[in-house]
DNA sequence: TAGATTGTTAATCGATTAACAATC
DNA sequence: TAGATTGTTAATCGATTAACAATC
């Protein structure tokens, strides 16, 4: 009793998180192994205090007098991001937008093991991407009654989406990671994260015809 | 004198008008011609209130004890972000993201004319992506400097990535779409748009592991 | 006219920034 | 020890929500 009920923690601190350990990996590769809320603030280009504050709902990454030490907190980040874990994912569509992911993941980030392709196109099924053969959609169901999937990326067009997400569910994944230009609705206890490609550039161009909102 | 002075429209709010576009877009699919704030509301997950706030920012586009006009609004909405106009955009880099973008922009926005496409590798110059011919990111200033080029998308490697976000501000454009895992320095009346897909990503892990601050 | 729903002001909530005591 | 810099509380700022008068 009387225990410390976790608060929770705010997206916009959780979005910042990606963004720390790119600049703290930055450094760490220009061979500078400690830094200050206040030099890092220079860098990043968010408030010493925001920083500080930031850490802070993770712990006492840091040391006065001293600051931070780069590799510690590096690691650190990326063990509360979870990606000193691998995952297990299936892409669900792969046009160009798949094939992109499916090479994309693989270059960037060694924890996600891309499992599975799935797509309905006759000319692709069969077809090896990063030695992966894209399989035909109709057994995506069963494939993921019989494989353990963590992550479900949806890359196909906007019609198929909610369908596929559905199935996904369904068969178990942790979370989706969806690229079609629509909304999904998924069980509650499945996180979805959403790359609404549309939505940024469409952003973009709001911003080019009314600098001054910039 | 007294002229009212335009306040500045937050980012919270820009960010919200392609989701509104979007869902008013489906909507006139489903020949709705009229929706009230609340109703749309329960369709999109925002509060009527916050509907209603950002509307009128842009202006009073509803009618007491009516609500709004779906095909005015949508239209309006599109004026706004500035997509009733076309944009010329180039790409550099045309590796599968890139190639994707291409196909992408192409296909689900008429206002986004891909005009050239640049790529280092020998083996991808000279290649024909929707009829755009790939050239030698050599003649990218050149190119720049002979036609207006309205927007530059970089799909590079993080290494390239600044190096073609100066050449292009020097080359005139208005606005950046940059999809390289890096954060790169730009004239400061140019503007920038991130799709930091690594980010997402490590979100989407963080949410897996933390579902209690989802 | 009566009912519905906006546009807009005021209240609340949450996130960011400032300040400084704690401490390495 | 003295100086530097964190961790954390308090103040501020901005965004969201609630309320309701205006009006179609």
Redesign the pocket.
Known sequence: MNQKLPNKI????IRRLPKYRRYLEDLLNKKIYR??????SELIG?????I?????NF??????????NVKELYEEIGKILGIDKAYIVVIVGTGNLGQAIANYTHFYRTGFIVNAMFDVNPKLIGLRINGVEVMDSEYLQDYLKENSIDIGIICTNKESAQEVATKLCEGGVKGIWNFAPVDIDVDEDIILENVHLSDSLHTLAYFINHPQDY
Chains 1, 2 share one sequence.
């Open positions: 705010s997206n916009a601190v830094i200050s809320s206040k030099d890092l968010f408030t010493a205090s925001q500080r504050q930031d850490l802070n712990g006492g990454f840091g040391q006065q007098g001293y600051g931070y």
